[in-house]
């Protein structure tokens, strides 16, 4: 670590963080806990006064939180929001020359790097940070960031990173965080969709869930949306499976972010068949009976549409209701 990201842990920094929703509220109040002044604003006053509860300093707009900060963090909806407030809304201008933007919102890479060029045209440093781990490792302090950006923008982040995450992952250039959010839940849907699909196929071959489980558990089918998140109760007690498919990651999010992913395969000329097929499924899915589950249940959509019946097939053999 370097001098200067270790003095940079030690100060208390002027934090500006726009966007304190699901995510952005717990993250910001980590940052008040880690001994940082944040000063905090939402388009919603709900969020705001619960961001202020915590100890951040409401700010009557985005545009006068940023004019003190040393670092301006958005965790926002999507990319357009950030693009539209980083440059007509103002932030950018706001802001003292040199200040670190830290963009943790889910974006279009593309949107990544035009937020990256917008900010190092105004004379500031940037870097994209987007996460996993969702609201529950928003609120422990255990996100995983994933950062894009030059070296030096990343040690200034990382003592902030740090505050609200347990690890963060410097993938590259501006908008390789964003890539690497958007591959690796490619393979989170792609791979869910498969461990659906091999469930609702056993159930019609007659084979239990459970013997399904223990055998490609410790197979070459093994993977977390099998043996951490399994889509049908029983095996994994822990799963949404086991909680009506509460989330969990819910499925909108899925979709919207298997919905970037398809914008980069388009955009990219690649052929990732599955990719595009997951981002479609996927939508339709978190549209209609998956707005409000966890992106597990998918299962019980392929189910259903091959017919249902083997279903009441696997009831009767392993006597777990799915
Ligand atoms: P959210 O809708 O709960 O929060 C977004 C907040 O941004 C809202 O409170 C909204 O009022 C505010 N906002 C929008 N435009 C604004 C503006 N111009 N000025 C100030 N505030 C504004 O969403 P969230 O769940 O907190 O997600 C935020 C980002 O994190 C998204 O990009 C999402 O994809 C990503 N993400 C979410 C999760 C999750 O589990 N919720 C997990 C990983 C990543």
């Known amino acids: 670590m370097s001098a200067e990201t270790r003095r940079g842990a030690d100060e208390a920094l002027a934090i500006a963080f726009i966007g304190l929703g699901n995510m952005g509220g717990p993250m910001a109040a980590n940052l008040v806990k880690a001994g940082h002044r944040v000063t905090g604003f939402d388009l919603v006053p709900e969020a705001l ?92 302090a255990t996100l995983t960031f994933m950062a894009g950006g030059g070296v030096a923008e990343f040690a200034r982040a990382e003592p902030l990173l740090a505050a609200m995450g347990k690890k963060a992952v410097h993938c590259g250039a501006a908008g390789a965080g964003q890539a690497a959010k958007i591959c690796n839940n490619m393979i989170l849907g792609i791979s869910m969709i498969g461990v659906s699909e091999a469930f609702v196929l056993g159930e019609s071959l007659g084979l239990s869930h459970q013997a399904l489980y223990d055998v490609a558990s410790t197979a070459s089918g093994q993977c977390w949306a099998l043996s951490v998140n399994c889509p049908v109760p029983g095996p994994v007690p822990g799963s949404p499976a086991n909680h009506d498919y509460r989330p969990g990651f819910a499925a909108p999010l899925m979709a919207k972010d298997l919905g970037l992913a398809a914008n980069a395969v388009r955009a990219g000329r690649v052929q990732a068949e599955l990719g595009l097929r997951a981002a479609e499924l996927y939508a339709t899915y978190a549209e209609h009976e998956g707005a409000a589950e966890d992106f597990s249940g998918i299962v019980r959509t392929i189910r259903q549409r091959s017919g249902g019946a083997p279903q009441a097939q696997h009831t009767e053999q392993n006597g777990t209701p799915a």
Do not use: K, W
């Open 49 to 140: 006064a619960t961001a202020a509860e915590a100890g951040v300093g409401p700010a009557a707009s985005a545009t006068a939180a940023a004019a003190d900060a040393d670092v301006v963090i958005t965790m926002l909806p999507a990319g357009r929001h950030v693009l539209a407030l980083y440059e007509d809304g103002g932030l950018l201008a706001a802001a003292r020359p040199g200040t670190l933007f830290l963009d943790c919102s889910t974006i279009d890479v593309a949107d990544a790097r035009a937020a990256h060029e917008a900010a190092v045209r105004a004379g500031h440093q940037c870097l994209d940070a987007p996460v996993s781990g969702g609201v529950v490792g928003a609120e422990a």
